[in-house]
């Protein structure tokens, strides 16, 4: 398997339409791409909640083309035991830490995935933080792939960002940090400027997260 994929990633890729984008830098080497069990129900409520300005309907089509293709992950009883306790720990520091973030660290730890594909800031610094006192969670250093890594990879692959960008700044409510990143309230701007943003707010989160964040 060559990468596990968060509900953040599925839900902002199926709105904008670029789930198969997102993964296209890392899905050249092959391997197939693994989503928990649960992702198709709690991605399509979080759609049907918060549906994008295209509509729903597409964005339902779109994740279920690329679940399609997906291996669908259930945890074991010892990874549900770890994430728990990954969740306990994190509950106990003031950590943002949800379910299905723990529980796909912990499947990256007991079968040995070579990365997870995050869009949630939160649990970045927050297993970032538990490395202190989960020694076990060192496993999951420099595994964990951003969202805003994976655009900028697709960025510097194609430099050519206009469906890209036509893309994220037709739905401006998904991300707030992608919309500013390629200046959606605004009309002019260049690649250069998208990547620069990009960039620097890479900087940022790798300043927060050094060790679990891949390079």
Do not use: W
């Amino acid at each position: 398997m060559k990468a596990l994929v968060d509900n953040d990633i599925l839900f902002k890729g199926a709105c904008y339409g670029l789930l198969d984008t997102f993964v296209s830098p890392i899905s050249v080497a092959g391997g197939s791409f693994g989503v928990l069990g649960a992702a198709r129900f709690v991605v399509s409520k979080k759609i049907t909640k918060k549906a994008p300005n295209k509509g729903a309907a597409a964005a339902f089509e779109h994740l279920a083309t690329f679940l399609g293709r997906a291996a669908i992950l259930e945890p074991t009883e010892d990874e549900q035991r770890m994430a728990a306790e990954f969740e306990l720990a994190a509950q106990r520091a003031g950590l943002g830490f949800d379910a299905g973030e723990s529980q796909l660290c912990s499947i990256l730890i007991y079968r040995s995935t070579p990365l997870l594909l995050t869009g949630d800031k939160r649990a970045i610094q927050a297993i970032e933080q538990l490395l202190d006192s989960e020694s076990r969670l060192v496993a999951v250093c420099g595994k964990i792939r951003c969202l805003e890594q994976l655009v900028l990879d697709v960025f510097s692959a194609s430099p050519n960002t206009d469906s890209l960008r036509a893309a994220i700044c037709a739905e401006v409510e998904v991300d707030k940090t992608l919309t500013i990143c390629f200046s959606c309230h605004r009309k002019d701007g260049s690649g250069l400027d998208y990547a620069e943003g990009l960039k620097s707010y890479l900087a940022d989160l790798q300043r927060q997260a050094a060790r679990v964040l891949a390079s």
